[in-house]
């Protein structure tokens, strides 16, 4: 399978723990982007990598929130301290780095916190 | 700032059925780029169609076809004779050509399809 994978598809949290999410983005794609989706609702924008450059941040992502994609490779996304305000869908998705072309989904990890 | 609309959140169709979903769109940008993804149950979502804000050709792909109006800011969206597997939430995305961010995507917040046999 050489599409997006994102680890765990399921996640159950207490609140206050710390969760970390994987995604292993399509190889030859240098920009990765991270998504949050709540139910009902379209996807929205937290964070976009560019290689191992994170080269910008929403506002919804708060200081709990952190995002690494070291080597330009996988990119892992922290929450620290979970509130129940963080159960969600986090999707994961990557594109070529030239051009505007379309962006791949992977099948997302779904939090909740409890 | 960019937004997008879908003032559908729901439709019902029976098979065979055309079904057109309405997309409005909010951009500075004179360059700009607009997406249709399908998310079925699965969760992930699947690329549909791409459409350059320069390019208003019309087009028809199988049994997708997009009307593209500038002038109204509308992109909408059609699946021509519905099957079961259409069933699945629709969303319509756009990407500005000035941001920062690569291809960053703002989503409209989706329109669920059910397709009756």
């Known amino acids: 399978d050489t599409g997006v994978s994102q680890d765990p598809r399921h996640k159950i949290t207490k609140r206050g723990q710390n969760v970390t999410f994987r995604c292993d983005p399509i190889?030859?794609?240098?920009?990765l982007y991270w998504y949050r989706q709540t139910l009902g609702q379209g996807p929205e924008f937290l964070t976009y990598?560019?290689?191992?450059?994170?080269?910008?941040k929403s506002r919804l992502l708060s200081d709990r929130f952190s995002a690494e994609r070291p080597k330009g490779s996988f990119s892992t996304l922290e929450i620290q301290r979970t509130e129940q305000g963080d159960s969600a869908m986090y999707l994961c998705?990557?594109?070529?780095?030239?051009?505007?072309?379309?962006?791949?989904f992977g099948q997302g990890t779904r939090l909740t916190v409890v | 700032a960019q937004k997008v609309t879908q003032a559908q959140t729901e439709i019902s169709v029976v098979e065979k059925e055309d079904v057109t979903l309405d997309c409005v769109y909010e951009t500075r940008d004179t360059t700009y780029y607009l997406f249709w993804y399908k998310q079925p149950p699965s969760g992930e979502l699947v690329f549909l169609i791409r459409?350059?804000?320069?390019?208003?050709q019309n087009e028809i792909s199988g049994r997708y076809s997009w009307n593209f109006q500038k002038s109204t800011s509308s992109f909408n969206f059609t699946i021509t004779a519905s099957q079961v597997v259409d069933s699945a939430v629709y969303f319509c995305?756009?990407?500005?050509?000035?941001?920062?961010?690569?291809?960053?995507?703002?989503f409209g917040g989706g329109t669920r399809v059910l397709v009756k046999p």
């Open positions: 998705a990557s594109s070529p780095g030239t051009g505007r072309s379309e962006a791949f």
């Open positions: 990598f560019q290689n191992e450059a994170q080269l910008e």
């Open positions: 190889s030859e794609h240098n920009r």
């Open positions: 459409r350059n804000s320069f390019d208003e």
């Open positions: 995305a756009l990407s500005e050509a000035s941001g920062a961010a690569g291809n960053k995507l703002t």
